[in-house]
């Protein structure tokens, strides 16, 4: 999952048309990329909040570490 959206969200749904395996789905209370997101960066381009970010950025502000 190389993109992420922040919950700086706000449901507009302009990313939602632009991406052409139908990554994105409409979550609550922000949109939500699943795992079949293969980088494509249509929707990053789209978002007005530029709320999608590579995870990578995401993970190094919040020291998130991935275990097992
Ligand atoms: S990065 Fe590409 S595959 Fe992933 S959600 Fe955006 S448009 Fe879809
Ligand atoms: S374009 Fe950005 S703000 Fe609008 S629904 Fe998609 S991620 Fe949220």
């Known amino acids: ?7 700086t969200c706000d449901r507009c749904g ?3 048309p632009e ?3 139908e990554a994105i789905e409409i979550g609550d209370p922000i949109y939500v ?3 079949t997101c293969c980088d494509f960066e249509e929707c990053v381009a789209v978002c007005p ?3 999608i ?3 990578s950025e ?3 502000s919040t ?3 991935i275990t097992d």
């Open 49 to 51: 909040n530029e709320a």
């Open 1 to 7: 999952m190389p993109f992420v959206i922040l919950d």
């Open 33 to 35: 990329i699943n795992d």
């Open 53 to 55: 970010v590579d995870e």
């Open 19 to 21: 991406c052409p395996i």
């Open 14 to 16: 302009e990313c939602l």
């Open 63 to 65: 020291h998130e570490s």
């Open 58 to 60: 995401v993970e190094s």
